[in-house]
Structures are given as C-alpha cells and as structure tokens.
C-alpha cells in the first residue's frame, strides 16, 4: 500500500497558475485576481513544489510556460470552470432561481388546495419545476419515505414513525345535503340523525371510509350506504342530483362550493380530520419545497 500523501492544489494556486500562464506576468496576475505579487509568487512556489514539476521558464521581462504547464492549465482550467459552475449553481438554488419540488397529494387534495399557490409560486419562481405526483390516500406517506418527492400532502392516518407531519388544515367530517332535504335546517348534526337515511361515501377502505366506518360505531349508528364513489366530486355531483346526502371533510365541501347545497359539521362525536404536510423524519426540507409551502398557506389564508 502506498501511504505517501496525495498533493491536491487549492482554488488559490489554481487561480494564481492560470492567471500568470495567460498573462505571462506576475504583477500582471496579480492585479487580475486583485492581490499582492508576493501572494501570486507564493502561490506558484507552493504549486510547482507539490507536483514536483517547474511550470515556468523565468525571463527577465515574462515567464514562459513549460511542456508541464502546457499539459496543467487543461485540467486547472476545467476545475476551475467546474468551481465556478458548482457556485453559481447552489446560487441559483439558494435565491429559488432554479429546481425542482415534487408533491404527493391526493387528487381531491390537489384540487382543494393547490391551484391557486401553485400558480404564485411559478408566478414568483418560473425556474423552478412543479411535480405533482398524483396518488391514491394510502399511497403517499409511502412516496415520501421512499424519498420520490420532497413531501406530501394528506392524512396520515398510520404516519408511523418514519414521518414528521405539520398540520396544514383543521377539519372535520361533515354531511352535505339539499337545501331541500329534511335535515338541513338543523342547527345541530349528530351521527345518529343519520339512522335510516341513504348515504353516499367512499368506497371501504379508502381515503375517509374507515374514519367514517369507525366514527358510525362509536355513534351506534349502521350507515345505509347507497353509492359508494372513488372521488369525493362524484359524491357531490350525486348529492345535487337528490340520489342521497353525503358524508365527507368538510373543507373539501365548502371549498367545491356546491350551489344549493348545505354543509353541516357531524357531532357526537365530532371527528377531526386535520391535513396535514408530511415530511420523511430526518430529512429537511429543501428551499424550493418550503417556499411552495408557504404559497400554499398564503393560499389557504385568502
């Protein structure tokens, strides 16, 4: 094994040596990188004594670059290029010039909460690319811990403890109802109402269900469930039709502002439902992401 120490030059020989082999003079380079002859001098000492090699000829006007030089200023160059680019580049990324942010949110999520931020934010930050990465509810926690997007958006319901959550939106389940229907002119909504009515939800097993399922029993209440839709738009559409009353969050049905429609808050018990931002514990989150973050708050505020 060879344990002889490797000589790695630093950006400040490397800009020394460049200088002086373009302009053939050390005050010349010197007043170039805005430094001291001496400082220039040093540099190169410092640089031909660790590769061993003399990399100019010195004249009493200019110095002249050796076969040595010839074949260094190639690769000096390039690093320096690849400096430069590294630093304009974290630049570029720390003033939200360039990127990339992806999101894992559901499509009913992504309609009631990012339009209108995902648009400022390209408003503000045309640079930076948008990754909507559309799934269905017990599909996204998992695409943040296996790091295919930056965060998620939704209700972890079993997070575990892979995920860090910051609660985004306070909600509830609620009913949706003509203004027609029996029980919209009530003050007071309590899953027992619900007894003997038709419902509309989402299928078993997905998104809200296993709330809606698990909150029914707590009532003591068996749910006549008579359409059971994918989307909660679907629902909604259905509900106006007059084909039944629908229980879903009630964010998401007081921001599809259904016409003719009343949206009443479910109690005994009240369910919370909060969204939730989700993040993969131990993992920051980058400026691009925490930047669409707060559009989406400011969104939400307005």
């Excluded at 990754?131 to 958006?153: H, L, M, S, T």
Aim: proline residues 5%.
């Amino acid at each position: 094994m060879n344990n002889e120490s490797r000589f790695l030059p630093s950006m400040r020989q490397l800009r020394a040596f460049a200088a002086v082999y373009h302009l053939r003079k050390v005050s010349a380079a010197a007043e170039q990188l805005s430094v001291t002859q001496s400082a220039v001098s040093l540099s190169l000492r410092q640089l031909e004594d660790g590769l061993g090699a003399r990399l100019f000829d010195r004249t009493t006007r200019t110095l002249q670059p050796t076969q040595a030089a010839h074949e260094a200023i190639v690769l000096a160059e390039r690093i320096l290029r690849d400096a430069e680019a590294l630093g304009a580049g974290t630049l570029e990324l720390s003033q939200l010039r360039r990127g990339r942010v992806s999101v894992a949110v559901t499509p009913t999520l992504a309609e009631l909460l990012l339009p209108a931020a995902v648009v400022r934010f390209r408003e503000r930050h045309p640079g930076i690319h948008v990754d909507i990465n559309d799934c269905a509810p017990d599909q996204f926690v998992a695409r943040v811990v296996g790091e295919q997007v930056d965060f998620g958006i939704g209700v972890p319901e079993q997070a575990g403890a892979d995920v860090e959550t910051e609660t985004l939106v306070r909600d509830h389940l609620a009913v949706v109802c003509p203004a027609g229907h029996p029980l919209a002119g009530r003050a007071r909504l309590r899953w027992a109402d619900l007894d003997g009515h038709p419902v509309i939800t989402v299928r078993p097993g997905y998104g809200v269900r296993p709330l809606i399922d698990a909150s029914a029993a707590r009532a003591g209440v068996r749910l006549r469930v008579v359409h059971e839709v994918t989307f909660l738009s679907t629902a909604l559409w259905m509900t106006r039709a007059g084909m039944a009353i629908a229980i879903m969050p009630a964010a998401y049905a007081r921001a599809a502002r259904p016409e003719e429609l009343v949206v009443l808050p479910l109690t005994a018990p009240r369910v919370s439902r909060d969204i939730c931002i989700v993040t993969k514990r131990g993992r920051s989150l980058s400026l691009s992401g925490q930047a669409l973050v707060k559009e989406i708050r400011a969104a939400l505020r307005a």
